[in-house]
């Protein structure tokens, strides 16, 4: 039997990121397969030190640290609240205990990462934003640590833009070229696979999707957090049109708002928005907070994908402003191939309480998941 490293973001303190790698775990689980959740930790010596020398004139890189600089010391200002966030990593790491049981051994550098790779006949990447131009330098979730003669597979693995900046694309081109099966979440991603490698690609669903309904309840039980009706707020942006539209909400229905606030980014509105402020929230916690609201406001994909799999009234907003670095190409191609395009956010809130036929949607999701489950069981089942 082959035995299976899987390269997903798994110290990842984010809702979405470890419940897609919950997803594909518990899915390659489910095929029969051996795997590991492999463990890279970078070791930063002199080499390592000159290699990471171009990123700091990453743009890209750099305004993600510029912004989780500036969102520290914002919420610094307000020690009770500061205290509160620094509290809930420890609630994402008890999660991860929890929930991620295979791992590898910790692999400390570059060459012990290449040397751990021969314990491992296959290698699954994605999902999440993994291929995200800021994030290359590793070589990690490029699996250009792996061996020609080892069986590479990208599975819904998404690029998180709409371009790839013209400075990595050669690069790109290299990394792609030795995967053996390539597949995106996005429609964008299987456009940029093309154009840049010259590759045909799957597009698939997201590993949360992988998973029915039916599934996801045996792997996170139900479990009533707020105990009455609520519209479920889950905002990773800072558009104050946003909070507004769903103070409206609030009025137009007369429940109460629940929020995670300050996950993203820091805005000092959020300070007061929310009836109930939840910082101690785990993702099994986040699971049920939709499942059980009335209506789910987000600007998050995985916001959207829970309101999908329990059939919420649900309405979605951008996150990012349209653009070359906009990352709403995938909410877009969840929206579009679910032909749920009504349920985006144009000005008027009060879509959320338009019904929504979700046995045509289960039709068109059901038939993306056989699609998605025959291309990745196809790809473990290959000879390399």
């Known amino acids: 039997m082959k035995k299976v490293g899987l390269c997903v973001c798994h110290d990842t303190r ?203 309840i045996e792997v996170i039980e139900n479990k009533r957090l707020v105990n009455e009706p609520y519209i479920f707020c889950y905002f990773l942006g800072t558009n104050q049109e946003h909070r507004r539209a769903a103070i409206e909400l609030k009025k137009q229905t007369g429940l109460k708002i629940v929020t995670l606030p300050f996950l993203d980014d820091f805005t000092e509105a959020d300070l007061e928005f929310g009836d109930i402020q939840l910082f101690d929230a785990s993702s099994a916690d986040f699971v049920n907070l939709i499942r059980n609201a009335e209506y789910v406001l987000t600007d998050s994909f995985h916001g959207s994908v829970f309101s999908i799999l329990n059939k919420k009234k649900f309405c979605t907003f951008n996150r990012f402003n349209d653009g070359t670095s906009s990352r709403n190409s995938r909410i877009d191609s969840l929206c579009s191939q679910l032909k749920l395009e009504d349920r985006r956010y144009k000005g008027d809130v009060s879509i959320v309480k338009n019904e929504i036929e979700y046995s045509l949607v289960y039709t068109r999701l059901n038939e993306l998941r056989a699609a998605s489950i025959a291309y990745l069981s196809g790809a473990l089942e290959a000879q390399k």
């Open 14 to 216: 984010n809702y979405g990121s470890q419940l897609q790698v919950l997803a594909t775990e518990v899915f390659v689980g489910k095929l029969g397969y051996e795997y590991e959740i492999i463990r890279y930790k970078k070791k930063y010596d002199a080499k390592m030190v000159l290699k990471s020398i171009p990123r700091l004139f990453n743009p890209i890189l750099m305004e993600g640290k510029i912004s989780g600089i500036k969102k520290i010391a914002h919420l610094k200002k307000y020690p009770d609240i500061y205290r509160k966030c620094q509290a809930r990593k420890k609630v994402f790491d008890n999660f991860a205990g929890e929930y991620f049981s295979n791992l590898s051994p910790v692999y400390y550098g570059y060459d012990a990462l290449k040397k751990g790779s021969d314990s491992y006949d296959a290698f699954v990447v994605g999902s999440d934003q993994l291929w995200l131009p800021s994030g290359l330098a590793s070589g990690f979730y490029t699996l250009e640590f792996v061996k020609d003669n080892k069986l590479k597979i990208a599975y819904a693995t998404s690029f998180g833009v709409s371009e790839i900046p013209f400075y990595q694309k050669r690069r790109t081109e290299r990394f792609l070229k030795r995967f053996d099966y390539l597949s995106s979440r996005e429609l964008k991603g299987v456009e940029i696979i093309k154009t840049v490698a010259g590759l045909d690609a799957e597009v698939v669903v997201d590993p949360t999707l992988l998973l029915t309904p039916e599934d996801w």
